[in-house]
């Protein structure tokens, strides 16, 4: 008897899986250009692009230079170009990257 209610609620579920389906429009807040100051350009050029793409690159320069933390992966150092980004920290948790990277973008 319980097998067969186990077969009918995975059917059941296979089924309502596709309707519950939608497009997901993207937020145009996260699309915005935004333009990052003169520290953040730096380390990631100064053109204007969506923070998104910011912290893309942030990362993408942390790893190129080894920056992350080899204990503890969730904590990126600061290199020069990166410690004024961090506002004069040596290190921050991944976490608070996004707050760090407010601070230097319009």
Do not use: C
Request: aromatic residues 4%; hydrophobic residues 40%.
């Amino acid at each position: 008897m319980a097998k067969k209610a186990a077969k009918k609620t995975a059917k059941k579920a296979a089924k309502k899986a596709p309707a519950k389906k939608s497009a997901r429009k993207p937020n145009a807040a996260f699309m915005r250009a935004l333009t990052p100051s003169s520290a953040l350009a730096e380390v990631i050029g100064d053109k204007a692009i969506p923070r998104t793409e910011i912290v893309k690159k942030i990362w993408v320069y942390v790893k190129k230079n080894g920056l992350q933390d080899k204990k503890n992966k969730r904590m990126i150092n600061a290199d020069a170009k990166l410690k004024p980004v961090f506002g004069g920290k040596g290190q921050i948790s991944m976490f608070e990257l996004a707050k760090a990277i407010s601070k230097h973008v319009k």
